[in-house]
């Protein structure tokens, strides 16, 4: 069996009177791609920011790459690249300049840094666009920039929310493509969607979320086993543990992000 790289015990977040994450547990092993789908509301990103240590947890643990979320916050940070929802990418820089400062943040090696620049750049098809303004990229070329900026100092762990929220078609498969490639070079994922059709094409596990509760935890294929096997989808199986819907549960503030996302990528 593989190593386990990420755990958690019962893990919870609370925001007054309101449970975002409720006593979820799970484990990652290294090299998964691990999916955390379920509506907008669900609890993905809440615990996607626990397990990056922008959140304390309530309560319950989380174990990142050996260290605890809590007790040893800079280590984890050490280990893991995060790729949040909304823009993180400087368009008012190149995207070698903006690489060049996440270089510095990472605090690599001034030896180092023009190689792992070039790497990733190559590693992400945009050799051709380094030199440009930012603003001036689509928006699958921002997603991919920022993955690269994610990725410079080798982390074993990187996180997606959401990496193609807001994305065209087109821009989503080539994301998908740099995921996958990311993934056969040995980086654990662990990324959040509702779509099920990038669950479906990236995940080698995925955990289903449904109103701050952990309601399933498989494969696709055991998922799709658990409702009743043969000819059943990912639709199918996000419908019957998330109490019959596919729709969007995160009402205005949701929508209004989503829509802000897309404006900032287009």
């Known amino acids: 069996m593989k190593e386990t790289i990420l755990e958690t015990k019962r893990l919870s977040r609370r925001f007054g009177s309101l449970t975002a994450v409720d006593e979820i547990s799970f484990v990652v092993r290294r090299g998964d791609v691990f999916g955390l789908i379920g509506p ?17 947890p309530t309560s319950g643990t989380a174990i990142v790459a050996g260290w605890d979320v809590v007790h040893h916050p800079a280590n984890v940070r050490r280990t893991i690249g ?47 666009a380094k030199d440009k303004l930012v603003r001036t990229y689509s928006g699958g070329m921002i997603r991919r920039l920022e993955i690269a900026q994610a990725v410079l100092h080798n982390p074993p762990v990187l996180f997606l929310d959401e990496p193609t929220v807001g994305l065209d078609p087109v821009a989503r498969q080539s994301v998908w493509k740099q995921v996958e490639a990311l993934a056969r070079n040995g980086t654990t994922i662990i990324l959040t969607t509702h779509y099920m059709e990038e669950a479906e094409s990236l ?62 990528l287009s």
């Not at 907008?40 to 304390?56: V, Y």
């Not at 943040?105 to 790497?119: M, S, T």
Request: aromatic residues 8%; positive net charge.
């Open 40 to 56: 907008n509301g669900a609890g993905k990103t809440t615990t996607i920011k626990m397990l990056t240590t922008l959140l304390s």
């Open 82 to 128: 995060y790729v949040p929802q909304l823009l993180s990418a400087d368009g008012s820089l190149t995207g070698h300049e903006n690489l060049l400062l996440f270089t510095k943040l990472y605090d690599l090696p001034a030896g180092e840094r023009e190689d792992r620049i070039h790497n990733a750049i190559e590693f992400m098809g945009l050799s051709d």
């Open 203 to 264: 995940c080698t596990r995925i955990a289903i979320m449904y109103r701050g509760k952990l309601v399933a935890n498989g494969s696709p294929a055991e998922l799709k086993k658990s409702v009743g096997g043969n000819g059943s989808t990912l639709d199918d199986v996000f419908a019957f543990y998330s109490g019959g819907t596919l729709e969007s549960e995160g009402g205005y503030r949701e929508a209004s992000r989503v829509r802000r996302t897309a404006r900032r």
